[in-house]
C-alpha cells in the first residue's frame, strides 16, 4: 500500500463521517448509531493498518501514519459526538405538544386551559380522551354513549377559546360528537386505554398560545365516565 492511498483511506473516511453528521444535522429522528459506526471503524483501520503493509514496506513509517489517521478520527469523534448532542438537544426542544388534563366534561360550566407554543405551523388538535373500562361488557355500553365514526353517541356541548400573542383568535361553541381515534397513556402510575373525541382540529402559525375550553350543559350519561382533556400535534399517520 503507498503512502498516499493509505492516507486517502483514512479521508475517505473522514468524508463518510462528514456526510454522516450532515444527515444527523438535517434529520435528528435518523439512527446516529450508524455515524458512529463508521468512525470506530475508522480509528480501527488506523490502529491496525500496520498489519496490511506488503513485504518490504518500511513497517516504521506506517505505524507513524496510522497515528496520524489515528489522532484526526479521534477529533472526528468527538466532533461527531457534539454534533449528535446538539441534534438530541434541538429534537427535544422541538417536541410536539402533548398536555393532558383531567377534565369533569359531564358537568356545566367546568373549565380546562393549557398554555404553549407553537415553532412551526402544523394541524393541532384539541379532543375529550374517554377512559375506557376493563370490563368488556362497561365497554359496549360506554360505546353507546360517546358513538364513533359511523354514530354520534351522546353530543357534549362546548365553547373553545383560542389566544395567540394576546390576541383573541377563536371563541366558537361546538358540539362535539363520535370518537374517531384511540390513544393510550400513563397518568399518575395508572395506564388508560382512551377513545378521543375532537373538539376542534386547526392550522396554527407560529406563536404563544392559550387554549381554553369549557362545558356548557350538564351531560348526565358522562358522569361515571372519566375524562381528559388532551391539547396535542395532531399528525393522523402515527
Keep these: 500500500m503507498s503512502t498516499s492511498k493509505f492516507f486517502a483511506a483514512g479521508y475517505a473516511y473522514h468524508y463518510q463521517a462528514n456526510i454522516g453528521e450532515l444527515k444527523c444535522a438535517l434529520f435528528p429522528t435518523m439512527n446516529i448509531l450508524v455515524v458512529m459506526e463508521r468512525l470506530i471503524t475508522q480509528c480501527a483501520n488506523a490502529l491496525v493498518g500496520v498489519q496490511h503493509v506488503p513485504n518490504g514496506y518500511p513497517k516504521l513509517l506506517v505505524k507513524e501514519q496510522s497515528m496520524i489517521v489515528f489522532k484526526f478520527s479521534l ?18 426542544c422541538a417536541e410536539p405538544v402533548s398536555i393532558i388534563k383531567p377534565f369533569e ?3 356545566a360550566g367546568q373549565e380546562v386551559s393549557a398554555q404553549f407554543t407553537v415553532r412551526r405551523s402544523g394541524n393541532y388538535s384539541f379532543s375529550l380522551m374517554l377512559v375506557k373500562d376493563n370490563v368488556l361488557e362497561k365497554i359496549k355500553e360506554q360505546q353507546i354513549i360517546w ?11 362546548m365553547n373553545i377559546r383560542i389566544v395567540r400573542n394576546g390576541f383573541l383568535m377563536l371563541d366558537q361553541n361546538v358540539r362535539t360528537a ?50 381528559f382533556a388532551y391539547f396535542s400535534y395532531h399528525n393522523p399517520k402515527v
Design 75 to 92: 477529533r472526528r469523534v468527538w466532533k461527531t459526538v457534539l454534533v449528535v448532542g446538539a441534534c438530541l438537544l434541538l429534537q427535544a
Design 178 to 227: 363520535g370518537t374517531f381515534w384511540h390513544k393510550g397513556f400513563w397518568w399518575e402510575g395508572r395506564h388508560f386505554e382512551t377513545s378521543l373525541r375532537a373538539v376542534r382540529i386547526l392550522n396554527l402559525p407560529p406563536g404563544d398560545y392559550v387554549v381554553e375550553m369549557r362545558t356548557l350543559h350538564d351531560t348526565a350519561e358522562f358522569k361515571a365516565i372519566e375524562i
Design 147 to 157: 358513538g364513533d365514526s359511523y354514530r354520534d353517541g351522546v353530543g357534549i356541548d
Design 105 to 107: 366534561a359531564y358537568r
